[in-house]
Nanobody, 123 residues
Framework: VQLQASGGGLVQAGGSLRLSCAAS????????MGWFRQAPGKEREFVAG????????SYADSVKGRFTISRDSAKNTMYLQMNSLKFEDTAVYYC?????????????????WGQGTLVTVSS
């Protein structure tokens, strides 16, 4: 079982990026999935999560109104649309999945992790 995150890059403040997370197994259609990020010298933090039907989402306060999480179950892929990016959004972004039906905000609740994709926002 693998998660492959992609879409990171360098963007100016105020710009946009879309991250993708492809799952290798169809069973992830029924998993809660989430995005986390880790900036240098900081702990990994929850960014957004989505349930298996895509009808329930959760966001960190710091990204609410700017980021949108979505998923395409037919493609086994989850997305994170990031708009109005700020310097403080700079981090390595990780996608994760758990077979739980609850959107947890704690990293420990997630069993599967992607390799991370770097997002750098220049001020």
């Amino acid at each position: 079982v693998q998660l492959q995150a992609s879409g990171g890059g360098l963007v100016q403040a105020g710009g946009s990026l879309r991250l993708s997370c492809a799952a290798s197994q169809r069973t992830f259609v029924t998993a809660v999935m989430g995005w986390f990020r880790q900036a240098p010298g900081k702990e990994r933090e929850f960014v957004a999560g989505i349930n298996w039907r895509g009808e329930s989402t959760s966001y960190a306060d710091s990204v609410k109104g700017r980021f949108t999480i979505s998923r395409d179950s037919a493609k086994n892929t989850m997305y994170l649309q990031m708009n109005s990016l700020k310097f403080e959004d700079t981090a390595v972004y990780y996608c994760a999945a758990t077979r739980s039906s609850t959107i947890f905000r704690q990293a420990q609740a997630y069993d599967y992790w992607g390799q991370g994709t770097l997002v750098t926002v220049s001020s």
